[in-house]
């Protein structure tokens, strides 16, 4: 939980009055899954950051996506296209949002591994505060998805051949779920 941003939630259900161990990855060191794996020692874990690293999840890859196959299966429309996620919204009174100079670099980036591809844009804010993301973007002619359905934005990402990722979990899962080259 961050107290400034209201996202911990409180889960109806039976209380676990035994011990606890918090596992977090909000320190920047990887978190030992195999050795919580190992203790059999009864106890509620109680799970405290993003856990967006991919040696976690890459071994179980396979299985992960086989489980949102038929239920969220990637895009064919972005299929050998761009997806950028643009994720502003909450992250903006904070100031987490990604600075407009790192889309800009990953446009030059794309335009020079692909001369010409298709580059659609999804973000949780379609207002002007995306403006100055879609004018860095220019390079590849992004093209806003504003259709507010978070699951057809995901299987964009998920379908596409280049992801640009924000520092969000919605994108990240995108990525590692999709087929991304790049």
């Known amino acids: 939980h961050i107290p400034s941003l209201k996202v911990a939630t409180k889960l109806p ?10 596992i977090s990855d ?6 030992d899954g195999a050795a919580i794996i190992a203790d059999k020692a009864p106890r509620l874990l109680v799970m405290e950051g993003h856990f967006q690293q991919g040696r976690l999840y890459e071994k179980h890859r396979e299985r992960i996506t086989g489980w949102f196959a038929d239920s969220l299966p ?14 502003l919204g909450d992250y903006g ?11 800009a670099w990953c446009a030059r980036e794309v335009r020079a591994l692909c001369s010409t ?12 505060k995306l403006t100055p993301y879609l004018q860095a973007l ?20 998920m379908g596409a051949r280049f992801v640009v990722s924000s520092n969000s979990t919605f994108s ?6 999709g087929r991304a080259e790049y």
């Open 26 to 31: 909000f320190d920047d060191r990887p978190v």
């Open 74 to 87: 990637p895009s064919h429309e972005s299929n050998g296209c761009l997806a950028v996620h643009v994720r």
């Open 93 to 103: 009174g904070l100031g987490w949002e990604l600075p407009v100079s790192y889309y």
């Open 13 to 22: 259900g039976s209380v676990y009055e035994g011990p606890s161990v918090k």
């Open 117 to 128: 591809v298709r580059c659609f844009v999804c973000s949780d804010d379609y207002g002007p």
């Open 138 to 157: 220019e390079p590849v002619h992004p093209q806003p998805l504003s259709k507010g359905d978070t699951f057809h934005d995901l299987a964009i990402i």
């Open 172 to 177: 990240w899962w995108g990525a590692f779920l």
